[in-house]
């Protein structure tokens, strides 16, 4: 297994420019979610979707958008770069939504600056 | 989801156990605790995580005290490989968020 993967590794941006971040995972699990960290902070959710055809929004959702069209991939959408969307993503899944001793797999990061 | 308070930073000789603490003082019965650390910037990792009794895996050892209200992650033989950022995150066992603070800063140092 690959696990989860994210593409690509780094981008760079201009403002108001657009982009999609892949994130894929060959785990057949049900619950995936985006992560963005700024440096020196912690991860915080953007979105998340507990099975194919469902989303929902996280902490910081503003200028993202997700669908989830197949269990596997759970592309995250930058609508309108900004220079406060300059930070790493990190795509995460689990093979179901909770329960207790559910773990979640994390991807290697996208680096994304946005000038 | 309960909120955690971790020291921002700690630091440990090669070979001794790090012994990192984690304050959980609103944690209600049904939350669990989780530990995920993360290493120079990579994905997190998850390490262990527990409910009211001790735990045990081949990572590390999780101590909770017996009113839940905090708990320590410790790692009995400590590497240069384990210097990392350390999470300590309460979550419900209905609940699918992970809330990250910004956890502690282990340095092993040689």
């Known amino acids: 297994n690959a696990g989860v993967t994210q593409t690509p590794k780094f981008q760079v941006l201009k403002t108001g420019q657009s982009m999609t971040l892949q994130c894929a995972q060959d785990?057949?699990?049900?619950?995936m979610s985006w992560y963005r960290q700024d440096p020196g902070m912690g991860l915080r959710l953007i979105h998340y979707?507990?099975?194919?055809?469902?989303?929902d929004q996280g902490e910081v959702p503003n200028g993202y958008n997700v669908s989830r069209s197949t269990t596997e991939d759970f592309p995250l959408r930058l609508l309108s770069a900004a220079p406060s969307q300059t930070s790493v993503y990190f795509c995460a899944s689990s093979y179901s939504p909770g329960g207790p001793g559910e773990t979640q797999y994390f991807g290697p990061g996208t680096r994304l600056l946005v000038l | 989801d309960a909120k955690t308070t971790q020291p921002t930073s700690m630091d440990c000789a090669e070979g001794r156990a790090a012994n990192l603490p984690c304050n959980h003082s609103t944690i209600s019965g049904n939350e669990y605790v989780y530990w995920y650390r993360q290493i120079h910037s990579q994905g997190p990792q998850y390490i262990i995580h527990g409910l009211k009794n001790n735990e045990t895996n081949e990572m590390a050892s999780l101590i909770i005290t017996e009113d839940r209200k905090s708990s320590t992650l410790i790692l009995p033989h400590a590497t240069l490989r384990d210097t990392a950022v350390y999470y300590c995150i309460v979550r419900m066992d209905s609940s699918y968020k992970l809330i990250f603070g910004s956890g502690t800063r282990l340095l092993v140092r040689p």
């Open positions: 979707s507990v099975g194919a055809g469902i989303t």
């Open positions: 785990m057949n699990h049900e619950y």
